[in-house]
């Protein structure tokens, strides 16, 4: 079985400055590591993912995580936001040897300040 | 390509009462979700169908949810009776996954469940 914690609900920035978004996950077995964001009144879409190779992984916006599997995390960084930035963000596992489920963490709300 | 529909967009109800939402996923999508996403939480996956057989339905309600897929297409969802503690968004989702690749879940806009 897997598991997501997202280590905190709310994450207010001010605009320009960095952001990271924890991610910690648990799974017996190799996991595909995902992060989806949701705009406010929108639905989930793809931001990055993480299925081998390079522990560094960019997406969509500027975003980027990195892989750690000794640490089991897969945080979200960004080197300066944007107000539109703001929405909730969702770490995700799927395993990769069958089964196809994908585990949703609880969020985490970024609010970007002017 | 055509996202993943989902309808009524809104729907509010009494408890007690019945609902149905329905899902229509890109064509093609073999693995049809249905996740529930309660407000400040993640999204929780309620059934999993692959074509139209259920793959996992282990969080599902099952005394007062069902699913199906019947055509292996189209999923509708239903709720009876509802209680207030099934207030949330509900959405669908689907995916084209072959073994050995990974999966790349495309959402549907959800339905807003409010049950008063």
């Known amino acids: 079985a897997q598991s997501v914690t997202q280590l905190d609900s709310q994450v207010p920035v001010f605009e320009e400055a960095p952001v990271e978004l924890r991610c910690n996950y648990s799974s017996s077995v190799s996991v595909y590591l995902f992060w989806y964001v949701q705009y406010p009144n929108q639905g989930l879409q793809l931001l990055l993912k993480y299925l081998s190779g390079s522990t560094l992984v960019k997406g969509i916006n500027g975003f980027e995580a990195e892989f750690n599997k000794s640490q089991t995390s897969f945080h979200l960084r960004k080197p300066s936001v944007h107000i539109s930035d703001t929405a909730e963000y969702f770490c995700a596992v799927s395993p990769n040897t069958g089964g196809f489920k994908t585990i949703f963490g609880a969020g985490t709300r970024l609010f970007v300040k002017a | 390509e055509a996202g993943v529909a989902q309808s009524p967009r809104y729907k509010i109800i009494e408890k007690r009462q019945s609902v149905a939402f329905w899902c229509n996923p890109i064509?093609?999508?073999?693995?049809l979700y249905w996740y529930q996403q309660i407000l400040g939480q993640g999204p929780k996956l309620l059934i999993q169908?692959?074509?139209?057989?259920?793959?996992?339905d282990s969080q599902l309600p099952k005394d007062r949810f069902s699913a199906e897929r019947l055509k292996g297409v189209d999923s509708t969802l239903k709720i009876q009776p509802a209680k207030l503690e099934d207030s949330a968004v509900y959405l669908c989702?689907?995916?084209?996954?072959?073994?050995?690749?990974?999966?790349?879940?495309?959402f549907g806009s959800g339905t807003q469940l409010s049950v008063l």
């Open positions: 169908f692959q074509n139209n057989g259920v793959v996992d």
């Open positions: 064509s093609g999508h073999a693995t």
């Open positions: 989702a689907s995916s084209n996954r072959r073994r050995g690749s990974e999966e790349k879940l495309f």
